[in-house]
């Protein structure tokens, strides 16, 4: 499985861990996320104000956010608690590490939150080798034992992030996201769980 470097590549960690959370303000803000529904970036501006008179850490302290290296910037700037978020280096939802991934869906069951937001792919682009049926091959029993399991929690599933052209220059796959986040999407759909949009995060 691919090392999760990206970060690096990518644009604005700050803007990223805002936008990781704008889906758990909209449902805990009063906008009530509905199943299979997509958002994008722009629904954010409903949320700035109440993301500036409450500690996230607060809001969110029912709540777990699972994924990989990319997720764990979550409480490394202290954005989050780390009891709300559980997340490894090269996590993701095809074959390789599988104990990481177990681990993750083990701490979800244990721990019943309200609101689970799933942040896997971008080391799945590289485990498939470009393969998007591949990857929602192995993302779909994921989100369906997750729902069987925790028929109370609101499930939102989050699209991979666009890497910057130094990145799929270094590897071509990664030309691939797009693809893959557009089959994620249908996956979301078919599953009736909220797919978040982050495309527009780092143009």
């Known amino acids: 499985m691919v090392s999760a470097r990206l970060p690096s590549a990518l644009h604005g960690v700050a803007g990223l861990l805002v936008h990781l959370l704008t889906p758990l303000f909209l449902l805990i803000g ?4 509905q199943p299979g529904k997509e958002y994008r970036q722009q629904d954010q501006h409903q949320t700035e104000q109440d993301a500036e008179e409450q500690p996230a850490s607060e809001k969110f302290a029912d709540c777990l956010v699972l994924g990989d290296s990319i997720t764990q910037g979550l409480y490394e700037y202290g954005v989050l608690d780390q009891a709300n978020v ?38 799945d682009v ?18 369906r034992d997750l729902k069987k399991s925790l028929p109370d929690t609101k499930i939102y599933v989050n699209s991979i992030l666009p890497t910057a052209q130094i990145a799929i220059d270094q590897n071509s796959v ?10 994620l999407k249908k996956l979301c759909e078919k599953e009736k769980v909220t797919f978040i949009d982050n495309t527009e995060l780092v143009k």
């Open 174 to 183: 990664y030309a691939k996201i797009p693809e893959f986040n557009q089959k």
């Open 30 to 33: 009063g906008v009530e996320a």
């Open 86 to 123: 559980q997340a490894d280096r090269g996590a993701g939802v095809s074959a390789g590490d599988n104990e990481k991934l177990a681990d993750h869906i083990a701490r979800a069951k244990e721990m019943k939150p309200s609101v689970l937001f799933l942040s896997y792919g971008m080391n």
């Open 126 to 143: 590289g485990a498939q080798n470009g393969d998007a049926d591949g990857f929602i091959k192995a993302y779909r029993p994921v989100i």
